[in-house]
């Protein structure tokens, strides 16, 4: 976290004029009601869409437009380590308040989520929020972290194929799946080959929906390559999207778990 006012320091501060630099944060803030306070948001905040057709846009995640900004005059600045760029949120922190989240599991991603409810005056929203979060998680029928089955990989990228590796919010939500990640040992998102999903005992291949629109055809030419494989398209957003949709992604990875289960 960023600070520049000793207020946020000590919990007196209260966000009235909000930029989100994240796009699952951004649908967080829409949760936590938070419409008139939130006054600018980047390209990429697809959700929810009234805002994406309303809200000023401030360029996207790793492009900020620093004069839009200035022009908008925030008191807060929700930005994330691993989507913004780090030189352009140390510059914005001489001028304004920076929250600076670090997320890459769920735990972490539910201290956000109560983070954002205590500097935005909704401390209560947020706390049934997480509550809710945690205990739909908790209730999952399929295996627990430190109890998966079967190995898998996940693809965020194509030309060339890049993998969600360890240290990642997705690499921690696979778990959740029942799924082993055969590329936690490798951090962030390494560039891998088909030839690296066979040798690593490869059972299932997740090809994600963002950033990269996997699509039918991409499971075709894979295919080719590797013609025992199980490959499936996934919804991104509920691996990597960790504001209020996990309400929804806890459900998701149940049946997703399902249909793993059925193609074996």
């Known amino acids: 976290m960023i600070i520049t006012n000793p ?41 929810p869409k009234r805002w994406f057709r309303s809200k000023t846009r401030i360029g996207g995640t790793k492009n900020i437009n620093i004069e839009i900004i200035h022009e908008l005059s925030p008191d807060l600045i929700i930005a994330n380590k691993e989507e913004n760029v780090k030189e352009q949120i140390e510059g914005l922190s001489g001028f304004y308040n920076v929250l600076l989240t670090d997320i890459n599991d769920l735990d972490t991603a539910i201290t956000g989520i109560l983070q954002i409810g205590k ?41 060339p194929y890049m993998a969600a590796g360890g240290g990642t919010f997705i690499d921690d939500m696979m778990q959740y799946c029942g799924l082993r990640n055969v590329f936690s040992d490798i951090e962030r998102y390494p560039a891998i080959t088909l030839d690296d999903i066979k040798e690593r005992e490869c059972k299932f291949l997740l090809l994600s929906s963002e950033p990269y629109p996997f699509r039918k055809k991409h499971i075709d030419e894979i295919k080719v390559i590797l013609p025992e494989m199980e490959i499936m398209l996934v919804d991104g957003e509920m691996f990597s999207w960790y504001g209020s949709r996990l309400l929804k992604a806890a459900t998701y990875f149940e049946s997703l778990h399902s249909k793993l289960l059925h193609s074996k």
């Not at 946020?8 to 419409?35: C, M």
């Not at 809710?132 to 029928?141: K, Q, Y």
């Open 7 to 47: 207020e946020f320091i000590h919990g007196n501060f209260k966000a009235k004029r909000i930029i989100s630099l994240v796009p699952s944060l951004t649908e967080l803030l829409s949760y936590l009601s938070l419409d008139e306070e939130v006054l600018g948001i980047t390209k990429f905040c697809i959700h």
């Open 119 to 159: 500097l935005t005056s909704r401390v209560d929203k947020s706390e049934k929020l997480a509550t809710d979060i945690r205990g739909r998680f908790n209730d999952l029928t399929v295996a627990s972290p430190g109890e998966t089955t079967e190995n898998a990989a996940y693809l965020i990228w194509n030309n």
